[in-house]
Nanobody, 117 residues
Framework: QVQLVESGGGLVEAGGSLRLSCAAS????????MSWYRQAPGKQRELVAS???????HLVRSVKGRFTASRTNVKNTVYLQMNSLKPDDTAVYYC???????????WGQGTQVTVSS
């Protein structure tokens, strides 16, 4: 089992910044990918960013240049630095952990990000 605890969401004006954190604990496999997804009201959950255990990062096009993903393996924590936020970024942001080999797939409880115009 892996537990994920997210923090850092909130309300911010357009153009502002927020930093999300996700701390993983439990049976963490050395090979893993930690990701951030988001789900806006009435929309499907979508991938925002992912980062492997050795630091390889992927950001979706809509957030490139504004968001940065990072992690510290010592603390098994991933971060999502969100700058130049837009109202379209408003969503519940979820942390996801996938461990390999096997089918480990865990989700955090989600943290609300609201960007006002």
């Amino acid at each position: 089992q892996v537990q994920l605890v997210e923090s850092g969401g909130g309300l911010v004006e357009a153009g502002g910044s927020l930093r999300l954190s996700c701390a993983a604990s439990g049976s963490i496999k050395r090979m893993n990918v930690m990701s951030w997804y988001r789900q806006a009201p009435g929309k499907q959950r979508e991938l925002v960013a992912s980062i492997t255990d050795d630091g390889l990062t992927h950001l979706v096009r809509s957030v490139k240049g504004r968001f940065t993903a990072s992690r510290t393996n010592v603390k098994n924590t991933v971060y999502l630095q969100m700058n130049s936020l837009k109202p379209d970024d408003t969503a519940v942001y979820y942390c996801n952990f996938r461990g390999f080999p096997g089918s480990d797939d865990y989700w955090g409880q989600g943290t609300q990000v609201t960007v006002s115009s």
